[in-house]
């Protein structure tokens, strides 16, 4: 197959599988503008996808700087 160039589709995967694929996003809580359309562009993907067994989670963090902290 891979001399043919095959490549699976995952989103046609989850639908011939009956699977749900999981997506996490982990955005800041901020509300500035720069978040609010990262925020905005994850919600209109989430509707996108919904129908294809895709699950787009968000979670929020109040810093962004706590996205590269390391467990000590």
Not at 32 to 38: K, M, N, T
């Amino acid at each position: 197959m891979n001399d043919l160039g095959y490549r699976r589709n995952i989103i046609a995967s989850t639908l011939a599988y009956d699977r749900t694929l999981n997506i996490h996003a982990l955005i800041s809580d901020n509300c500035d503008y720069y978040w609010a359309q990262i925020h905005t562009s994850i919600d209109k993907a989430k509707d996108a996808t919904e129908h294809y067994g895709v699950e787009v989670i968000v979670s929020y963090c109040h810093d962004p700087s706590d996205f590269f902290k390391k467990k000590q």
